[in-house]
């Protein structure tokens, strides 16, 4: 069982506050920039920033469905989700570039072992690469 991880980047025009404060929004801003394959989004405590909790299904391909319970921290430029059912951590970046801000985010997670383990090392990346372009794009757009 190895560690199995997806990360993407976009630049904003928004500068860095603020680009971190909408990413840290799951009560307004979560909620419109999340794309088709997550269903059931719920917040559960808080709603901006340290502390929030959220909840939401997400479905990789039509066979594969994860429920997350993540817990939200925040450090300086880094909106951190810890999901309580799994090994899995999506950490989101900010920083300054040029007028605006540099996103990164990267998703992590204990694969599974043996031959199904290999597979998905190599094809939930690629999968999770382009649900991670999609939900940037719309995070631009709302900063827009």
Do not use: C
Not at 32 to 40: A, V
Not at 57 to 85: F, P
Not at 92 to 102: H, L
Not at 104 to 115: H, L, N, R
Request: aromatic residues 6%; glycine residues 10%.
């Amino acid at each position: 069982m190895g560690q199995v991880s997806a990360s993407s980047s976009i630049t904003v025009t928004a500068d860095p506050q603020r680009t971190l404060d909408a990413i840290a929004d799951y009560e307004t801003v979560r909620p419109r920039i999340l794309s088709e394959h997550y269903r059931d989004y719920r917040l559960v405590e808080g709603g901006k920033g340290e502390g929030t909790v959220a909840e939401w299904t997400l479905q990789a391909t039509q066979k594969r469905s994860r429920n997350v319970h993540a817990t939200i921290s925040v450090s300086d430029s880094v909106v951190t989700e810890r999901d309580s059912n799994s090994t899995l951590v999506t950490t989101w970046t900010v920083a300054p570039d040029g007028a605006g801000s540099r996103v990164d985010v990267e998703t992590a997670w204990q694969g599974a072992g043996g031959i199904g383990g290999i597979f998905e090392g190599i094809f939930a990346p690629l999968g999770l690469k382009k649900i991670q372009a999609e939900v940037l794009g719309n995070l631009q757009r709302e900063l827009a």
